[in-house]
């Protein structure tokens, strides 16, 4: 089945720098990627999300960029803020499949300090 | 998207004992999904749950232990069954519809004795 690794497992950045965070998955047939941010104590929540159809995606300060020969997308995060500290995981999953169960990796926590 | 809720919140159990938590949501949905994610880890899937029919359990997980209602479209039901201090956990449904987003309710806070 599908295995999904995430590195590195904590980021401190100082606020206004950038934070990249890596995910690599097995399943070639993986075609759905979504990134979740989860604050402590509340539901994970969806940030952004990318197709297999599709190389990079942007929305404001987070973009997401995928290379399927490699088998790795990142999440990038620009201009970062004190309230983009949380825990983010990446998931893979095969849409359209019949079985749209996501596959986590094991999560990164930032921080970002002021 | 749309609006997930669960029931109980949180709760506190003996062992020995079951909990039934109830997921809710305000529209129609395709697929329900209910992860477990323990203190400081990642989601792991329990099953996907189908409507009107058994659901579908991951490596790990059987449905003696953790069974499973989908009475139809906007509703489910995860049973804790005969519960251990193991067994003490967040408990989180999911939905996803025709775009395949997956969105999470808020979660029960199980605590087992």
């Known amino acids: 089945g599908e295995n999904v690794e995430q590195h590195p497992s904590t980021l401190s950045v100082q606020e206004g720098d950038s934070a990249v965070i890596k995910c690599t998955y097995s399943?070639?047939?993986?075609?759905?990627f979504p990134w979740y941010k989860q604050e402590l104590g509340k539901r994970p929540q969806l940030i952004i999300d990318i197709r297999s159809n599709v190389g990079e995606k942007k929305d404001q300060r987070i973009a997401v960029t995928l290379n399927k020969t490699a088998k790795h997308f990142s999440l990038h995060i620009t201009e970062t803020q004190p309230e983009d500290s949380a825990v983010y995981f990446c998931?893979?999953?095969?849409?359209?499949?019949?079985?749209?169960?996501?596959?986590f990796g094991k999560g990164m926590k930032l921080t970002v300090n002021p | 998207s749309a609006v997930i809720s669960q029931k109980p919140s949180r709760d506190i159990c003996q062992r020995g004992t079951s909990l039934t938590i109830q997921c809710q949501v305000d529209s129609q949905v395709t697929m329900m999904f209910w992860y477990r994610q323990q203190p400081g880890q990642s989601l792991t899937l329990i099953a996907t749950a189908n409507q009107g029919s058994e659901a579908t359990y991951e490596s790990g997980f059987v449905i003696d232990k953790f069974p499973i209602s989908r009475p139809n479209l906007t509703f489910s039901t995860l049973t804790v069954s005969n519960m251990s201090p193991e067994d003490s956990s967040i408990y989180l449904c999911s939905v996803s519809g025709q775009t395949y987003e997956q969105y999470f309710g808020p979660g029960t806070r199980l605590t087992v004795t």
């Open positions: 998931a893979a999953s095969k849409i359209g499949s019949g079985s749209e169960k996501l596959v």
């Open positions: 399943d070639s047939a993986s075609n759905y």
